[in-house]
């Protein structure tokens, strides 16, 4: 990135890292579409499939981890509130780039930290408003939810999807940011290989057993 005044940034690259152990050309994988929206996401990261109904249907995400939610985990599939959603309500509001992590017929899944209305689905999204406000978007979906999901409880969406994981991302890949996010073409390790653990980003347990992966000290064996 350049910058209109001398300076100086800091910093390694850190796209160097060694995702496998075992060969990678013995390894199964597919290409895939990723969803636009996410950013730079990491060789490693976990991934899940939009199963909405419409909408993105079918492009992949950010695998969410079911770790208890405290604002602090590494989740770049989640869009967290920026206003509380009040009981039985068809609205959410988010930051005006995470909106773009969404599409019109997703199906959007509301969350917070204190497990009541955990995973509630909002059903398909019907409108994104980017432009009733200049610092917020505001989603509408079909469905009310089922508590008042707050800020104050981390409140968040995701696609429906995105508690399961499908594979692991075999190279890092930009889908960009906001309003210009395009999404990325990839390719998605599922199986045959054996990765370095400390390689892999959001890959918890539910993960492993999804992918049907075992945890062998600094490796991940996926059969």
Do not use: W
Not at 12 to 24: A, F, G, N, R, V
Not at 42 to 55: F, I, R, V
Not at 150 to 158: E, G, P
């Amino acid at each position: 990135m350049t910058k209109d005044i001398p300076n100086i940034s800091y910093g390694t690259q850190d796209d160097y890292k060694k995702l496998y152990y075992s060969e990678p050309l013995a390894a199964l994988k597919i290409p895939i579409t990723l969803q636009a929206g996410y950013g730079k996401l990491e060789a490693g990261t976990a991934l899940s499939k939009n199963d909405s109904a419409a909408g993105n249907l079918g492009k992949y995400i950010p695998y969410d981890p079911t770790a208890t939610i405290t604002g602090a985990e590494v989740a770049p599939g989640r869009a967290y509130l920026v206003a509380n959603s009040g009981n039985t309500s068809t609205i959410v509001y988010v930051t005006m780039d995470d909106s773009y992590k969404f599409k019109v017929g997703d199906d959007l899944i509301i969350c917070d930290s204190d497990g009541e209305g955990a995973l509630d689905n909002m059903g398909a999204i019907t409108e994104i408003d980017r432009t009733t406000y200049t610092h917020m978007a505001k989603i509408t979906a079909t469905t009310q939810t089922g508590d008042d999901f707050t800020t104050a409880k981390f409140a968040f969406v995701m696609v429906e999807g995105a508690v399961t994981c499908d594979g692991i991302l075999e190279k890092t890949v930009d889908t960009g940011t906001g309003e210009d996010a395009d999404g990325a073409l990839a390719t998605m390790i599922v199986s045959n290989c054996m990765l370095y653990t400390g390689m892999l980003t959001c890959v918890d347990s539910a993960a492993r057993t999804d992918l049907s992966a075992s945890q062998l000290g600094q490796y991940t064996l996926i059969k």
